[in-house]
């Protein structure tokens, strides 16, 4: 069965700070992975996904994640948080019925000091 | 920019009521989720539909919960009898098919049961 863990329930960094968020997974096959976040009062985003190839993903809003089989983790990164980054972050995979059945991680809350 | 809508944003309701949530994706969205997020914790997916058809609804409890989609437009959640332990942030996604790897969600209806 799959299953995804996040082991930071919360981190606070300073504005400008770079930033790095942890997700390992746990599923048979290759996986589909993905990073999506949650502002406050607002739909979860996709932040950006993989599939296959390139093992460094970029995605919006300046962030990227690296897939690293060896070790089963997909940590998403950024090289210098705003403000504005501050949200929950979620990691999942995909698996089932398509890439979009997704199971999702207990998610990462990012504070963002001045 | 398209997004899908849901209503209402809160609930309160009173255990052994009836609830309905109400989803009307984006417009051209074959597939629809009903994701389950109870505070702390990851969105779980309830239920899958695929134009008006059930893909997967392996982890709906079908004793209270029904879900449909009939004209594969929108699509309505209902529990009866709402229990203490449904309380929680129910979500709704939409993507242009099974396979894309980027759903949309919407910004979710906020049931809680007294």
Not at chain 1, 35 to 56: A, C, H, I, N, R
Not at chain 2, 86 to 98: F, G, T
């Amino acid at each position: 069965a799959q299953s995804v863990t996040q082991p930071d329930i919360h981190i606070t960094v300073s504005e400008g700070a770079s930033l790095e968020l942890r997700c390992n997974y746990s599923y048979g096959a290759t996986p589909y992975l993905f990073w999506y976040v949650q502002s406050p009062g607002q739909g979860l985003q996709l932040l950006l996904k993989y599939f296959s190839g390139d093992t460094l993903v970029q995605g919006i809003k300046g962030f990227e994640a690296e897939f690293k089989r060896s070790q089963s983790s997909f940590n998403l990164r950024k090289p210098s948080v705003h403000w504005s980054d501050a949200a929950e972050y979620f990691c999942a995979v995909g698996a089932g019925t398509g890439a979009n059945n997704l199971f999702f991680g207990t998610g990462t809350r990012l504070t963002v000091i001045p | 920019e398209a997004e899908v809508a849901q209503s209402p944003r809160y609930k309160i309701t009173e255990k052994s009521q009836a609830v309905a949530f109400w989803c009307d994706p984006i417009s051209g969205h074959a597939t629809l989720y009903w994701y389950r997020q109870i505070l702390g914790q990851g969105p779980e997916l309830l239920v899958q539909f695929q134009d008006e058809s059930v893909v997967d609804d392996s982890q709906l409890p079908k004793d209270r919960f029904s879900a449909e989609r009939l004209k594969g437009v929108d699509s309505t959640l209902k529990i009866q009898p709402a229990e203490l332990g449904d309380s929680a942030m129910y979500l709704c996604a939409s993507s242009l098919d099974w396979d894309t790897g980027e759903l949309f969600f919407g910004e979710g209806s906020r049931l809680t049961v007294l």
